[in-house]
Every structure is written in C-alpha cells, then in structure tokens.
C-alpha cells in the first residue's frame, strides 16, 4: 500500500513537473508582435533663379535640408528676382506639407497680402512667395494659407514654390519717400523652412 501511495505521489508530482514544464515552454512562445510602416519617406529640394531676373548674377539660392536660403540684391527701384524652389516627393509613400515658416519674417507685412511677405521698410526690400501644386490654376500664397492647405504629395510628384524678391515702389507701401539704397545695393536675404510628415490613413 505504501508503495502504491508512492507511486501515485511519483504520478502527480510527474504530472505536476510536466505541467509546469510544459506552461514555462509554452511561455516562451509567446509572440509580442508589432507592426512597422513600410514604406520610404523621402523629399528633395532644388532652387533655381529665374533667367528674367534683375542683376540675376548676384542673387544666390542655397539648399540646406529643408531650409531654402534666397539672397538678392538691387540698383534701382521696381527691380526683382524671382526664385524657383521645386519640392519633389522621392520616397514611396505619400507626404504632406503641414507648415511652411520664413524664420526672418519680421519686418511690416504687406497689407493685402498678411503672412504671405516680408518688408523691409527702412529699404523699400520686400519678399513674397507662393506654393502651386501639380495641376493647380491657383496658388497658395502665406504661411498660414499654405499650412492649412495641407498639400499631399504623392510618390513622384513635386510642387512649385516662386518666391519674389523685389525693391518695391514706395507708393506700394505707403511712405512718404522712396528710401535710397547705398551705393553697392543693400542685400535682401529671405529663408523659408518646409515640414512635412508622412501621410495618415
């Protein structure tokens, strides 16, 4: 009898061994999955100065990741160069233009125009800039107007950012007088920063 009790002790605790065993193994395969978005987010930047531009061969156009950096400079009033910055979707997967900023827009704002500009009133030197997408009739000009537009960009496609730098007329802003540039010209600089993310479903 003992030994029958023996055995059946020897029963359960093999029982309970394989148990155990058998909840550690099935522990082990327990699969924690996460999922990853595939795909490649991609965008490239290219600036060119427009050919119609005066004293075009002074005027500079920089590419800085997403950073555009637009230099001019000028000889007489009504004067412009004009900028064309290209944004071209190179990845897979669709991306969207949330936010453009010009980080020296601090000068008075045009008034028919709000964000869209940059004056520097002490020098009649103004900048202004418009985003069109593939197709579009019209732009999109500010960054406000741009930023709530949320412009997608499929894989493959671009869009087209002009940006206007100009010595304006002082009719055009309101003064008394036309301010005088010195005589070398006074540069205007103007920098736009683009952010996108990648699209939601």
Known sequence: MKKKNMVIIGVVALILVVAVGYAIFSDTLTINGSATAQGDFSLSYSCEIDESSANKESAKCKVDGSNIEMKSSFLKPNEAVLFH?????????????????S?????????????????????????????T????????TGDSEVSNANI????????????????????????????????????????LTFKFQQAQN
């Open 85 to 101: 910055v290209t944004v071209t979707n190179d990845g897979s997967i669709p991306a969207v233009l949330k936010e453009v900023t």
């Open 152 to 191: 997608t960009l499929q894989p493959g496609e671009e869009i087209d950012i002009t940006v206007v730098h100009g010595w304006v007329d002082s009719d055009m802003l309101g003064l008394e007088s036309q301010p005088q540039l010195p005589v070398e010209g006074k540069p205007l600089t103007y920098n």
């Open 133 to 140: 997408e593939e197709g579009e009739e019209t732009g999109k």
């Open 103 to 131: 980080p020296n827009n601090k000068g008075m704002d045009f008034k028919t125009e709000g964000d869209a500009s940059y004056v520097d009133t002490d020098y009649s030197l103004a900048a202004y800039y418009g985003v």
